[in-house]
């Protein structure tokens, strides 16, 4: 990463691993940065990784969904889990 470079991470093992999850700086292992290239505040931006990985960690580690399977979402509040899928 180059100096000043906006980059950022998901919790990965923050708050279980190591400590940080909700700190205002934390340092984290560099496979879990990535750089960023944005225009969404900060505020939007960082809501972005918890929605998809509800959606992801549903679709893929609870329901252990496999490509050409089907899945009916029915009362789609989270449009995000839509999306992915």
């Known amino acids: 990463f180059e100096i000043g470079q906006t980059v950022a991470t998901a919790m990965g093992g923050m708050g279980r691993q ?3 999850g909700y700190a205002e700086y934390t340092c984290v292992p560099a496979n879990q940065v990535q750089a ?3 225009t969404l505040d900060w505020k939007t931006f960082g809501a972005l990784p918890e929605m998809i990985q509800t959606a992801w960690g549903s679709l893929n580690k609870a329901l252990q969904l496999q490509s050409g399977q089907r899945l009916l979402i029915r009362y789609a ?3 995000v889990l839509v ?3």
């Open 18 to 20: 190591f400590d940080g």
């Open 36 to 38: 960023i290239n944005t």
């Open 77 to 79: 509040v989270l449009h």
């Open 83 to 85: 999306q992915y899928a």
